[in-house]
């Protein structure tokens, strides 16, 4: 074969591999693609179409008390809203602090009993263990006198059919995200608000992804909140953001 063929050939190789990165790259920005597996069932929530300028702040609750507190303290100073998916563990332990949560016009969704990753279950066994979290949900939200919508984040956003559908069937909202604060991962304060805050990522209707056990999360925060207002941003609820 000719050098001048295979220089074609080459050239429209690495072409193709440029626009089907493009096409992926998009498609996961836009909330279209959550992983890489081929799924049946509707994919998680990760961003939403809306002209207004809101961004919806997530934060994941395990095991942390004192940063939720502060967490709630730092929206109520900056008039944001949030949503807060806690472990049902976590929220039959803490339940006035849950209560607190829904009080403040945030959202309280489910994250599993404990945090474990739920697409290796077998579709019963999800469906037990969500609507488990279903009665949970609608207890909290009747005590606190509010009615929301039933969110569920799949722990470490690992999804499977078996685990949608079983979500789809209890009622429940599925929720991702499109940016990671990668806050958990603990590369301090500037890394947290440089990641949240860059403009290629920072978009109406992303899903922010936060942890409220990280140690540099509530530290970060008030960056973060400045650099949104700056910017003509609101921090919302994903429930606001899905109206």
């Given amino acids: 074969m000719k050098k001048s063929s295979m220089k074609g050939i080459f050239l429209l190789a690495v072409i193709l591999a440029a626009v089907l990165s493009l096409f992926y790259r998009k498609t996961e920005e836009e909330g279209l693609l959550q992983t890489g597996k081929e799924l049946e069932e509707e994919l998680p929530i990760c ?9 919806a702040l997530t934060f994941e609750v395990t095991y942390e008390t004192d940063q939720v507190s502060e967490i709630l303290e730092l929206l109520a100073q900056h008039d944001g809203g949030a949503s807060f ?8 332990e803490h339940t006035e602090l849950a209560e607190r949560i829904l009080e403040q016009g945030c959202d309280v969704g489910f994250l599993g009993y404990e945090c474990h990753d739920m697409s290796l279950l077998k579709e019963t066994e999800a469906r037990e263990e969500l609507e488990r979290g279903k009665e949970q949900l609608i207890q909290l939200q009747q005590t606190a ?9 799949p722990p470490y956003g690992e999804v499977s059919d078996q685990l949608l559908r079983a979500a789809r069937i209890a009622g ?8 990671d604060s990668m806050d958990w991962k603990d590369y301090g304060t500037d890394a947290i608000v440089k990641l949240v805050l860059q403009k290629n990522q920072l978009r109406s209707g992303s ?5 409220a056990d990280a140690k540099d999360t509530p530290e970060a925060l008030p960056r973060i909140f400045a650099g949104l207002k700056q910017s003509g941003y609101q921090a919302v609820s994903v429930s606001e953001l899905l109206e």
């Fill in 47 to 55: 961003r939403v179409q809306t002209k207004e300028q809101n961004i």
């Fill in 145 to 153: 006198g509010v009615e929301r919508k039933l969110l569920f984040r």
């Fill in 207 to 211: 899903i922010l992804r936060f942890s």
């Fill in 172 to 179: 429940f909202t599925v929720i991702g995200w499109n940016t």
């Fill in 85 to 92: 998916f806690v472990t049902g563990k976590w929220a039959a």
